[in-house]
């Protein structure tokens, strides 16, 4: 391997599990910091604001994480692609496939940062925010909706160095960005009173930072593609695949996240406590996920290296060892779900009645820590393959099929608490499973074959 590379990890060649390893604690560490901007703005917010500050930031913050996970998951057909170019051996068409990704990014950042800022009074009231929330989580709202093209911006350069096999950058960028959104929330929530709107900004300025910081960087590095600013175009035969395998994943995770806003706003409509209680609870869950989401990146860019390579086998040992792995993992992580939770509650807040309430949530929700290790390699291995629609299919049957019929079931049960609502998804989640066992049955040899 030349100098220029080593930073890249060869998914093709050497040992699976290190390969894999190697590929995936960046990226977890990447996750973690990422969702540290959301818990760091909850947690400030909690020791300084009160409960209808938790509750705007709360549900203000998960309908930014909806969006961005969207981007995320759009941005998963460019690191396919980029990848499948990468082990095909292909330079030039993978600089394509990058210069239309930032083309087809700019455009989407723009139409979405005029459509949030005009309609952010109307996703709060969607979302059922209580009344004595609802100003501050629609101010939260519109100030990060100012920023979602530096958003767009830090995931689109995050997908492209994944399908490179470059982790480690973006491990560093984020690790900064998060940095900077603490000393932000501090000084703006804690120092100048600025309560939502200083975590807002302090998160949308740390964005930029690492932004600024990033394209330094990258000015600097050798990354095995060939690109230039002529490249900066769109090129039709890269949109369409890069679209074929993105817009199934982004429909898919644009359902299940509606699906949970879907849910937060059922659990909103149970008062006040219940709403900032389930919105730290989503903080915790959010670094709770962030194993099988490492899981699952690492799986579709070790995929798509291999089936680019032709080595369709090296590509099915590649997502048994990485589910095995996880599920190992996620066994730790549930037990402190399970019987952590007020634990971990209460770093986010005094209030005994939130903690309470998070606590309960956590323990319906903890048994998803081991399923979903399954199911997201599953996704991760089919999007790999370039398959993605089932991939959509699985996501919008169990988002309304299971996810929101159940949760409601289970909010109107007698004396229902939120213990009952978190075991919704780890439900819909034994579904989606059971889905790709039979879509393995369906596809057979289809899979591993490179078009």
């Known amino acids: 391997m030349s100098q220029e590379r080593k930073k890249e990890i060869s998914f093709t060649e050497g040992s699976v599990f290190i390969s894999l390893v190697r590929f995936a604690l960046p990226v977890l560490g990447a996750l973690v910091l990422q969702a540290a901007y959301g818990a760091v703005d909850l947690l400030v917010v909690g020791q300084f604001g009160d409960a209808s500050s938790i509750s705007a930031v709360g549900t203000g913050s998960a309908f930014m994480q909806m969006v961005t996970f969207i981007i995320t998951s759009l941005a998963m057909g460019s690191t396919v692609i980029i990848g499948q170019h990468i082990g095909e051996r292909k330079p030039k068409e993978a600089g394509d496939a990058v210069g239309t990704t930032i083309l087809l990014f700019a455009v989407i950042g723009i139409v979405l940062t005029v459509l949030l800022e005009v309609f952010a009074g109307n996703i709060a009231h969607l979302l059922q925010v209580p009344a004595e929330a609802y100003d501050k989580a629609v101010l939260y709202i519109r100030i990060c909706s100012g920023g979602i093209l530096v958003i767009i911006a830090y995931n689109v350069i995050s997908g492209v160095l994944r399908g490179v096999g470059n982790a480690n950058l973006p491990f560093l960028f984020v690790g900064v960005a998060c940095v900077v959104n603490i000393v932000g929330d501090l000084l703006l929530v804690g120092g100048l009173g600025m309560d939502v709107a200083g975590a807002a900004i302090a998160t949308i300025a740390a964005q930029a930072v690492s932004v600024v910081i990033s394209a330094l960087v990258l000015r600097r590095q050798k990354l095995g593609i060939s690109f230039s600013r002529n490249q900066c175009r769109i090129f039709s035969g890269e949109l369409k695949k890069i679209l074929s395998v993105g817009v ?133 291995y089919f999007n790999g393959n370039g398959k993605s629609i089932p991939v959509m299919i699985q996501g919008i049957s169990s988002a309304f099929c299971i996810r929101i019929p159940v949760s409601i079931l289970m909010a109107g049960l007698p004396e229902t608490s939120l213990a009952y609502v978190g075991l919704a998804t780890p439900i819909t989640t034994v579904y989606g499973i059971i889905f790709f066992l039979i879509c393995f049955k369906i596809y057979g040899k289809k899979l591993g074959a490179y078009e």
């Open 248 to 380: 199934p994943i982004a429909v898919q995770e644009t359902m299940v996240q509606i699906s949970f806003l879907v849910i937060n706003s059922i659990i909103n409509q149970m008062g006040l406590t219940p709403s900032a209680g389930y919105g730290v609870a989503q903080k915790i869950v959010a670094f709770i996920m962030l194993v099988p989401s490492s899981v699952m990146q690492s799986v579709s860019a070790f995929v798509a290296q291999n089936i680019g390579a032709g080595k369709p086998e090296r590509a099915k040992r590649g997502f048994i060892t990485a589910m095995l792995t996880g599920c190992t993992v996620g066994i730790f992580i549930f037990l402190l779900g399970f019987f952590g939770g007020s634990l971990l509650s209460s770093v986010f807040t005094n209030d005994p009645a939130v903690i309470a309430e998070s606590a309960a949530y956590l323990k319906g929700f903890s048994p998803e820590c081991i399923l979903t290790c399954i199911l997201f390699s599953s996704i991760g």
